[in-house]
Structures are given as structure tokens and as C-alpha cells.
């Protein structure tokens, strides 16, 4: 085993708390659910137990509604802000009795990520009858985006918060920050205290975040009221990329479990309609790639970022499209003084490699977009891909995110954010041994 794998794994049981991970000491000291589902691929390879009781302690705060919060406060600690006392989940009539959480979700991994742990498992047996015991609350998640998050049924999800496109302050945010003026609250920020703050969302960025959270909690987080009141509401090609993607996964896994015809058969209606509208709204001609969609002001959001292409690693595009995507991501992001891929297009006066997801360089997306190039036979991106992302985590660390200028990487540690981050540790198990 390499140095780096086995330090991968050290982080990995590091953050372990017994029935879940969290993603860092310090910054982040909860469950959150994206988080979750990337760090079980990692621990799939070395120890399934705990991929196991990752996914089932998530799942098991899952409201009776279906919805999964994107927080789940396991434990009280003042280390972290907005806490489960500001979020007040318990608002919501079907909230989690068991666990205090939040009343966002984030990108919904699960299902890709049962089939993961099918893929890696060495007893195919034993993880499959683990999966016939939560599959059916991951399709139940499901069955509540589309029963209550597509109020133009086009099998399209909205957002109603930046926090739940698991890019929080990405530029392409900006264009809505501009619509709202809301209050300035006061609070006493937890991550500045941990992190720089040059790397993170402003003051004022926060104030724009806790007003959409104070909307929602005065409407008790109906997801119908907060769809027509919301000045954040948003088709996200990541967040439904990774819904799509999920879907596929469940197919493929009731296949494998007796008697889901019903299940098959109502995924299978959700993809036809969900892909039509995602390669018909969210594909723009002029961009040449997938962008957001402001639901509440009706318009595109004209930006490249790694979001944008996503869609790769849930097959979205065809071959052609597939194609100039590719190409796109190589002549803005892929230069041979840039490391794949940063978040934010290079070339924008809001790019900034320093900050969160306004430009640095995260696994997660690298991760899925090597998945998604693979599948699309482009061996030697792929490749690239995998490379770039293995190489600056033996430079700098197991960090969040990373800068994606390749001469910063040679004069100062180029990781920002938290630092031992478990899914960083988890992918890199998986890429090295994929």
C-alpha cells in the first residue's frame, strides 16, 4: 500500500465518531449528507461496516416526508454557526423526532453510491442485503423531490438555497444576491476562527444565506410556500445530474432485488422526463454547457463552472455534445498551467482560486468528472484527471479545495479550507485503486 492510501485511511477513521464521519475537526464537526455518501466509497475499500453505518446513520434522520437534511447535529457543540438552535427544524410537522438537522438538503448521492458499495464489495451478498434495507428510503427521497421540489413538473428540482447546491458561494450566486437586500444580522461567525477568511463566503454573502433560511422557517419549511416566496430558487445541473445519476443507480439495484416493478417503472418515467427537460433548458448553445436556471426571476444562468459539467458522470449528454463539452473544459480549465478542473471558469473577472467555490479545485467534482470522461471513452482526460487530482493532495495534503494554478503549488502549500477532509481521503482510495 502507498504512503498515501494509508494516510488516506488515517484520516478516514480519524473523523469516524462511532456511527458516522464528519468531514473535519473543527469546521465542521456534524453529519453532513453529501459528505456522507462520498466518504462510504472510501471506507467500501477497507472496512464496509463503517460505509455501511454511514449511510445508515444518514438515512436514518431522514423526515417522514422523505426529505434528508443536509446537517444532521449529532452532538451540541458552539463550534459551528448557524447551529440546529438557528436552523429549527423541528418547525417542520415531519421533521426527524430522533435528531435535530437542517431544513436544506444537499445533492442527492445515495443511490450512486449504494451501487458503489456494490461495485467494490468483495461479498456481493452480504452488501446487497444491506442495500435491500435502505433502498427503498433513498427512493422515498427521491419520490419527495419530485412530488414536491418540480412545481412545473419538468422533472426538474429546485434549490431554494445556495447551501443546498453543495457550491456555496459560487459566483454564479452573485446574480441573485443582487435581487435580495436583505437585513444585517447579527452573529458571531465559527468558521473565520478556523479558516482564513479570505477563503470564505463574506459577512454579507451570510447575511443573504440566513435571510432564505429565516423565509423558510417562518413558513415552518412548507416546500410549496417556499416555492412561491423564496427569492433563491434555482434549477441546479449538478444537484439534478447527480438526482439522474442516483436514479440510474436504483434501476440498476432493484434489477438485483425480487418484485420492484412498480419502483423500475415509475424511475424510468421520472429519467425520460428529468433528461428531456435537462438537454432541452439546461443546455446552453452559447455557453457550450449545462447551466443554472433562476426559477424565481425566469433565467438563465449564463456560467461555466465544474458544475456545468457534471451531466458527464450521469451520462446526459450524447457522444457530440459529450465531445465539445470535453473540449470546452480542456481549453479553459485544462491549460498546462492549471490543474483540473477548478470550480469556476478561469477565464471570469468572479474567478477567484482562492475561495471556496468561487475557483479552487475540489476532489469531489474532479472525482465525478473522471467517472464521467471515463465513460465516454476519453481515456487519456481521464487519466489527466486522476493525475491532477493525486498529485496535489501528495503537495499539499489531504485539504477541502485547492488552488488550480499549478505554479502556486511550487512556492507555498496551495490546500485551503479544513484541512485531514475526509471525502478528499476517501475519493483518493478510490482513484488510486480504480
Known amino acids: 500500500m502507498k504512503p498515501l492510501e494509508k494516510k488516506a485511511i488515517e484520516v478516514l477513521n480519524k473523523n469516524w465518531k462511532g456511527n458516522f464521519s464528519i468531514p473535519c475537526e473543527n469546521l465542521y464537526p456534524f453529519q453532513w449528507f453529501w459528505d456522507s455518501g ?78 458503489e458499495l456494490y461495485r467494490i464489495s468483495s461479498d456481493k451478498e452480504a452488501t446487497l442485503n444491506f442495500i435491500k434495507t435502505v433502498i427503498d428510503k433513498v427512493y422515498f427521497n427521491h419520490e419527495y423531490f ?34 435580495m437586500n436583505p437585513p444585517e444580522y447579527t452573529f458571531e461567525r465559527r468558521d473565520t476562527t478556523h479558516v482564513d477568511a479570505s477563503q470564505r463566503p463574506s459577512k454579507r454573502e451570510y447575511d443573504h444565506y440566513l435571510h432564505i433560511i429565516e423565509i423558510a422557517k417562518e413558513h415552518n419549511y412548507n416546500d410549496q410556500k417556499i416555492a412561491e416566496l423564496s427569492p433563491f430558487l434555482v434549477q441546479d445541473p449538478l444537484f439534478n445530474a447527480l438526482l439522474i445519476k442516483s ?45 443554472h436556471y433562476d426559477l424565481r426571476n425566469e433565467k438563465p444562468l449564463k456560467y461555466l463552472s465544474s458544475s456545468s459539467f457534471s451531466p458527464l458522470f450521469a451520462g446526459i ?21 492549471q490543474y483540473l ?44 484527471i486522476k493525475k491532477d487530482s493525486i498529485e496535489i493532495i501528495e503537495k499539499n495534503g489531504f485539504y477541502e479545495y485547492f488552488d488550480s494554478r499549478k505554479e502556486i503549488h511550487e512556492k507555498e502549500n496551495a490546500g485551503y479550507g479544513g484541512n485531514n477532509f475526509s471525502w478528499s481521503a476517501a475519493l483518493l482510495i478510490d482513484l488510486i485503486r480504480s
Open 38 to 115: 462520498l466518504i462510504a466509497i472510501g471506507f467500501a475499500h477497507f472496512d464496509m461496516s463503517k460505509a455501511e453505518k454511514e449511510i445508515f446513520t444518514l438515512l436514518d434522520a431522514q423526515w417522514d416526508n422523505g426529505f434528508i437534511p443536509h446537517i444532521v447535529f449529532h452532538s451540541e457543540t458552539d463550534s459551528y454557526f448557524p447551529g440546529a438552535d438557528f436552523h429549527h427544524s423541528s418547525l417542520h410537522p415531519q421533521a426527524s423526532k430522533k435528531y435535530k438537522t437542517t431544513g436544506m438538503t444537499q445533492p442527492p448521492v445515495t443511490g450512486f453510491v449504494l451501487e
Open 341 to 384: 478542473c477548478a470550480s469556476f471558469d478561469p477565464t471570469s473577472d468572479r474567478f477567484n482560486p482562492k475561495k471556496y467555490w468561487r475557483g479552487p479545485v475540489w476532489i469531489n467534482l474532479n472525482w465525478m468528472l473522471y467517472r464521467g470522461v471515463s465513460e465516454y471513452e476519453y481515456v487519456d482526460v481521464a487519466e489527466r
Open 146 to 179: 419530485y412530488n414536491n421540489r418540480d412545481p412545473k413538473d419538468e422533472g426538474l428540482i429546485y434549490i431554494y438555497h445556495n447551501w443546498e447546491s453543495g457550491t456555496d458561494n459560487s459566483p454564479i450566486w452573485d446574480d441573485i444576491w443582487e435581487t
Open 317 to 337: 449528454p450524447n457522444k457530440q455534445r459529450a465531445t465539445s463539452m470535453i473540449k470546452l473544459m480542456l481549453d479553459k480549465f485544462g491549460g498546462d498551467h
Open 247 to 291: 436514479n440510474e443507480s436504483l434501476i440498476k439495484l432493484y434489477h438485483l432485488i425480487e418484485n420492484n416493478e412498480e419502483k423500475i417503472k415509475q424511475l424510468h418515467n421520472w429519467q425520460s422526463k428529468a433528461i428531456h427537460s435537462f438537454n432541452t433548458k439546461l443546455f446552453d448553445e452559447e455557453v457550450g454547457a449545462y447551466i
